[in-house]
């Protein structure tokens, strides 16, 4: 079957750094996707993992162990833009490689 | 490059109406994709199409049905609209390493 869990909600502050974990349980496995989603928008790429290790794009940063069926997306520096729900998302090997997502983090960043 | 486009941005339709969501895209991708995200929960997997001609049921395919002529075009279809199918539509494209999505058609049926 198909599992992901990261946690509902996280608060963090201007400047402060936040790791957002994700654990996943799917058949198939291709690699694991971050997207960000402001409110009442659609889902913008974030990074994407097909190897054991750490991604670094900028600000973000993607991690990936497929061998504990886990990932974390780490944001630097944080800036009040950055509130949004961020959704993990495995890619099956199945369904055309559709993506399988949570219910995604919502991320709340204050002043 | 308009990338990925779907029409109407929103929509309300009676109980036992039908419509069709379009989308669109330019990328010359062969993976197309919908999903709809119910208010506070994750996007689910409706339908999918790997060619033009070529389409497979997702995760929660019954009340719509899709078609791929051709490689630019993955219409979606509600045929007799119940108020369950009120959702935000999306649909998306991939090719490789990342998948992009439309902006998105806000239905509301009652």
């Known amino acids: 079957g198909q599992n992901i869990d990261q946690p509902t909600e996280m608060t963090a502050t201007e400047g402060a750094i936040v790791q957002i974990n994700c654990t996943y349980q799917t058949s198939g496995f291709n690699g694991l996707f971050w997207y960000q989603q402001h409110a009442g928008e659609a889902p913008t790429f974030l990074s994407y993992?097909?190897?054991?290790g750490l991604e670094e794009k900028g600000r973000f940063s993607s991690f990936l162990s497929r061998s504990k069926g886990y990932s974390y997306l780490l944001l630097k520096e944080l800036q009040m833009k950055d509130s949004a729900s961020y959704l993990c998302?495995?890619?099956?090997?199945?369904?055309?490689?559709?993506?399988?997502f949570g219910k995604g983090t919502t991320l709340s960043v204050s002043s | 490059n308009a990338g990925v486009t779907q029409t109407p941005k929103f929509r309300i339709l009676k109980i036992g109406q039908s419509m069709t969501l379009q989308c669109t895209q330019d990328?010359?991708?062969?993976?197309m994709y919908w999903y709809r995200q119910d208010p506070g929960m994750g996007l689910k997997l409706i339908y999918y199409s790997v060619g033009a001609g070529i389409t497979d049921k997702g995760e929660v395919p019954n009340g719509y049905n899709v078609s791929r002529s051709t490689t630019e075009d993955f219409p979606l279809r509600l045929e007799l609209a119940a108020p369950s199918q009120t959702s935000v539509y999306f649909c998306?494209?991939?090719?490789?390493?990342?998948?992009?999505f439309g902006p998105g058609t806000r239905l509301t049926v009652t």
């Open positions: 993992n097909v190897l054991d």
């Open positions: 998302a495995p890619e099956a090997n199945q369904a055309g490689t559709a993506l399988i």
């Open positions: 990328m010359n991708h062969n993976y």
């Open positions: 998306a494209t991939g090719q490789g390493y990342e998948q992009y």
